[in-house]
């Protein structure tokens, strides 16, 4: 079955530094990987996927995230932290079902804080 | 577009009692998606649909029914509440098109507590 894990339930950087929040994964197959954030009191946010080719995804707010075959990582990083950053970040799977339809698995999320 | 629409935002339930939790969207969507979002447990799926007219069960499905009886619309029903269905829930949508794009969009949730 595919899986995704989030090690860290928190990361805390300071503004300006750099950051990374990490996300592994377990498939079968080529992976469909995402990132989404959600800030308080709101719905996910769709930031960046990797579906197939570049493995240095960009997206949206600044955020890009780096696809590594061979460690089943898909780490998010951003250069330089703001404190608006600061909410809860998810990385999903697309698990793909025999009969050719989807559903998608979250990781537990991970909580960034950024500290100005 | 307005996207992805949960009613109602928040609510308050007696253990026993019913409700149903409507989602809509306008972006003629194929898939949606109950979820639900506790603390520490991330988001797991409930039951998602791949068309109209069409539901499967997710993760976690017990108590839950669904139905999808137009394309725009999925409805995720509680017979008879428990306080382990206090949680906030997500509706969300996916294009199910082969070349479409693979993100989901989501609602705004809804905060739902049962004493």
């Known amino acids: 079955a595919q899986s995704v894990a989030q090690p860290e339930d928190q990361v805390n950087v300071a503004e300006g530094n750099p950051l990374t929040v990490k996300c592994t994964y377990s498939v079968s197959g080529n992976p469909y990987l995402f990132w989404y954030v959600q800030y308080p009191n709101r719905g996910l946010q769709f930031l960046l996927k990797y579906i197939t080719g570049d493995n240095l995804v960009k997206g949206s707010y600044g955020f890009e995230a780096e696809f590594n075959k061979s460690q089943t990582s898909f780490h998010l990083k951003k250069p330089s932290a703001l404190v608006s950053d600061s909410a809860l970040y998810f990385c999903a799977v697309r698990d793909f079902e025999t009969s050719g339809t989807y559903k998608y698995i979250f990781g537990t999320g991970t909580r960034l804080k950024v500290l100005a | 577009n307005a996207g992805v629409t949960q009613t109602p935002k928040f609510r308050v339930l007696k253990t026993g009692q019913s409700m149903t939790l409507l989602c809509a969207q306008d972006?003629?969507?194929?898939?949606m998606y109950w979820y639900r979002q506790d603390p520490g447990m991330g988001l797991r799926l409930i039951h998602y649909?791949?068309?109209?007219?069409?539901?499967a069960k997710g993760e976690v499905p017990d108590g839950y029914n669904v139905s999808r009886l137009k394309k725009q619309n999925f409805l995720l029903g509680l017979e008879s509440a428990a306080p382990s269905q206090t949680s906030v829930y997500f509706c969300a949508s996916s294009t199910g098109l082969a070349g479409g794009s693979h993100e989901q969009y989501f609602g705004p949730g809804t905060r739902l507590t049962v004493t």
């Open positions: 649909s791949v068309g109209e007219g069409t539901t």
């Open positions: 972006m003629n969507h194929e898939y």
